[in-house]
């Protein structure tokens, strides 16, 4: 796996968009991106993931930079819905699909 | 489909005592996964199988045993109880895991460990 580096939390302001980023500055060139997020204690839940190009979907879009050694997680409106701990993954065709401690995000009011 | 189900939710062992937690997956999912999670922690493997028949070790397999007969079922085996196996254990499923695959999480099963 590539490592990822995200930061511990973030806050976002209700209806406004949040952008969480990562960092897989190790990434190799066939490694996917993927985002989870687990709201309280859960299981994970899949968000959306990417190779090279930017991906949209019904819950967010995944910005990944040209050189793929980061990129950016975007909820366009943000709801109390959408707090949650956020993990980016790049797994790399690895069985051994680990995650990590993730950036805890909170949605105020 | 019900998806990932976990049995039970929630269980209560003392010290050296044994249990199976169960997982089944109704997707004819390849892939299935344990996890287990500590209180702000991210998840951690435990095992994992690519298919039924094939199972191996994940970054904390002590004190666990798996097996896979079935593509549906995954079951955990703790064979003695110890408190530091206190924890939420989740299973997962994915179709076909190779980097390109998306998991499918069960709800949990809370285990503690007097």
């Known amino acids: 796996d590539a490592k990822t580096t995200q930061p511990p939390s973030m806050d976002c302001a209700e209806g406004r968009a949040a952008n969480l980023p990562c960092n897989h500055s190790t990434i190799s060139g066939n490694e996917y991106v993927y985002w989870y997020r687990q709201i309280h204690s859960q299981g994970p839940q899949y968000i959306i993931h990417g190779l090279k190009n930017n991906e949209t979907n019904e819950m967010a879009s995944l910005i990944i930079t040209e050189d793929r050694k980061s990129s950016t997680l975007i909820l366009p409106h943000a709801t109390l819905r959408d707090t949650a701990v956020y993990y980016c993954?790049?797994?790399?065709?690895?069985?051994?699909?680990?995650f990590g401690t993730g950036t805890r995000l909170t949605i105020i009011p | 489909n019900a998806g990932v189900t976990q049995t039970p939710k929630f269980q209560v062992l003392k010290t050296g005592q044994s249990m199976t937690l169960q997982c089944a997956q109704d997707?004819?999912?390849?892939?299935m996964s344990w996890y287990r999670q500590d209180p702000g922690m991210g998840l951690r493997l435990i095992h994992y199988s690519v298919g039924a028949g094939i199972t191996d070790q994940g970054e904390v397999p002590n004190g666990y045993n798996v097996s896979r007969s079935t593509t549906e079922d995954f079951p955990l085996r703790l064979l003695s109880a110890a408190p530091s196996q206190t924890s939420v254990y989740f299973c997962?499923?994915?179709?076909?895991?190779?980097?390109?695959?998306?998991?499918?999480f069960g709800e949990g099963s809370r285990l503690t460990v007097l």
């Open positions: 997707m004819n999912h390849e892939y």
């Open positions: 997962a499923s994915s179709r076909k895991w190779a980097g390109t695959g998306e998991l499918f």
């Open positions: 993954i790049a797994p790399f065709g690895n069985e051994k699909l680990t």
